[in-house]
């Protein structure tokens, strides 16, 4: 959702929607409106200044008020999709090699190998896997393909993308994933996408890059939140020393009347209830 926005010193904004805690529009004194930008940190820097928790206003002219509103709503609708609550995940821990025929093998390639279609059509690559899985990453799923022309065995990790032939490994990592889709034309194409490139693997039947494109979606999912380092909003007893610290230090001559105002409305603003 866009629409035309004019900030005081015609200011240019470039902030994620994870920045914010809410979202807000208001009228002023000169009857225009005001979009109100509450941040989730009390220092989130606007034009070289932190907030101190004092929500940023974006002037907008009246007759905006209906864009304004859907934008609102847009930006809510993330703000939800970003708190939402994940389910348990499953035991991801990578397991212990244990003794097999032909040599150590990873429980968790074996498992994923027996979901597999026809796990018979490439053993080698298989039993390459068993090899290079690396003791801190768990693997999902794994499908019999083409890439580039040469056959091979694609597998998802919780860290790697992994396409095993029998003369060579290519691996990506999960972090510059993007997303996976499967078609289905004359041959089963699972497009990967990532890194600002398209990776195409190609299998005759789709079943097994289906399991994949999910195990994918998963992988991406544990990396970009178990990645991300997001602020947490401050509790009561934060913001009421917060406040404290603040009236001292206005005692003390450390602050002047109007920071002292501007900081104390945005913890009054920040305040649960």
Not at 1 to 29: C, F, H, K, Q, Y
Not at 153 to 163: D, H, K, N, P, S
Request: glycine fraction near 6%; charged fraction near 25%.
């Amino acid at each position: 959702m866009t629409t035309p926005l004019r900030a005081d010193n015609d200011a240019a904004l470039d902030v994620g929607v994870a920045e914010l805690s809410r979202i807000a529009l208001a009228g002023t004194d000169d009857d225009r409106m005001a979009l109100l930008l509450f941040f989730r940190s009390a220092q989130f820097v606007v034009n070289g200044e932190p907030t101190h928790r004092h929500p940023v206003p974006v002037y907008l002219e009246p007759d905006l008020r209906e864009q304004a509103q859907a934008l609102i709503r847009a930006v809510e609708r993330d703000l939800i999709s970003l708190r939402r609550v994940f389910p348990p995940r499953p035991n991801l821990i990578p397991p212990q090699l244990i003794p097999g025929p032909n040599g150590p093998q990873r429980p968790d390639v074996t498992a994923a190998a027996h979901r597999m279609r026809q796990p018979s059509n490439c053993p080698r690559e298989i039993d390459i896997l068993h090899e290079c899985a690396r003791p801190d990453e768990y693997v999902l799923e794994l499908a019999q393909a083409g890439h580039l022309g040469a056959p091979g065995l694609v597998a998802i990790t919780t860290l790697r993308l992994l396409f095993v032939s029998a003369w060579a490994v290519y691996e990506f990592p999960v972090a510059v994933l993007t997303g996976a889709v499967v078609t289905m034309e004359k041959v089963a194409t699972l497009r990967i996408s990532g890194a600002g490139t398209d990776l195409d693997f190609l299998d005759w039947e789709p079943g097994d890059f289906t399991r994949l494109t999910e195990a994918v979606r998963v992988a991406c999912e544990i990396e970009h939140v178990d990645g991300a380092i997001t602020q947490s909003l401050p509790s009561s007893t934060d913001l009421f020393e917060e406040w404290q610290l603040l009236v001292e230090r206005r005692k003390l001559g450390m602050v002047e009347d109007d920071p002292f105002r501007r900081q104390a409305v945005g913890i009054m603003l920040t305040m649960p209830g």
